[in-house]
């Protein structure tokens, strides 16, 4: 057998164990039913989730450019039909959940806080590892994470705008708009890739090797990008379905896309943690 084909074979061998690897410890830590109790902590969670990030937002002046490109993201993924229904939902409890005052929000911040600790734990659990840290100490973690998160939104939000405010200026130069239109396309993924890489690295209670959570957020990062254009398809042809159950349509689909994404999220991070176990031969490195 030459040296190529024995290089293809083992290549082939470590991808197949690879996979048979995933599979297993998908299965094994319940990742699938994980990401089904991560849909209802969701649902609870994202209107005070949302009314927090309103609120320190519009503390900013940024809240407007960041409703805009959320309620774009919802009709791009679900359609105009579902995603202005559900942007009409978002509106609606949000406008409500924030004229209930300061001290309402910031009780709702507990919320947010505890599905951020959900997240932590799950993760923590693919990686075998315990949560570390007193509960006090965590959570004032989980909050200085909501403030760093809500203040990159907010200095994306004005970088895109200063952006624009460029391109106002100088509109007779063309590869500025070329470059602005491939910026649209890449900045949402380079986005995901970042977060999911962040929250591979930086959560489970060991030490992460960096190729391994670079390979489970790219993995991620394509999972995700498929499952929007999935859903686009998806929707486009359910009409029937829109009008069979009516506006239990839309909440239903919302609940199919939440729950395969915290699959796809999840399934990032078990193949980081089976690339790092395969490669180094052990569990894991405290």
């Known amino acids: 057998m030459s040296s190529k084909k024995k290089k293809l074979k083992s290549a082939l061998s470590r991808s197949t164990g690879y996979v048979r690897s995933f599979i297993e410890q ?8 994980l990401s089904n109790g991560m849909v209802y902590s969701t649902l609870i969670a994202i209107i005070p989730c949302l009314a927090v990030i309103y609120a320190v937002l519009e503390m900013l002046g940024t809240l407007d450019p960041v409703v805009s490109i959320l309620e774009e993201s919802i009709l791009n993924t679900f359609g ?7 942007v009409g939902y978002l509106e609606t409890f949000t406008n409500n959940a924030m004229g209930l005052g300061l001290v309402s929000i910031l009780s709702f911040g507990l919320t947010f806080v505890l599905l951020i ?5 799950v993760i923590n659990k693919i990686y075998h590892t315990p949560k570390k840290g007193k509960i006090v100490t965590r959570y004032l973690k989980y909050i200085g994470i909501i403030l760093i998160g809500i203040l990159a939104i907010a200095l994306a939000v004005y970088l895109v705008g200063r952006f624009n405010s460029l391109s106002l200026k100088m509109r007779k130069i063309t590869k500025l708009s070329t470059l602005q239109s491939i910026l649209k396309n890449v900045v949402p993924f380079a986005a995901i890739f970042g977060i999911l890489l962040a929250m591979i690295c930086l959560i489970p209670n060991c030490k992460v090797r960096f190729l391994s959570g670079l390979i489970g ?3 991620g990062t394509v999972g995700v990008g498929v499952l929007g254009y999935a859903f686009k398809f998806v929707v486009k042809f359910s009409v029937k379905n829109s009008v069979i159950y009516g506006s239990l349509a839309t909440l239903l689909f919302f609940f199919m896309f ?9 399934a990032a991070v078990v193949v980081s943690y089976v690339h790092q176990t395969q490669t180094t031969g052990i569990e894991y490195e405290l």
């Open 117 to 121: 600790d959900k997240i932590f734990t």
């Open 258 to 266: 939440l729950s395969y994404l915290w699959k796809i999220i999840f």
């Open 80 to 86: 105009e039909g579902i995603g202005n229904t559900l």
């Open 217 to 219: 957020a790219a993995v």
């Open 26 to 33: 998908f299965n094994e830590d319940s990742a699938s039913m």
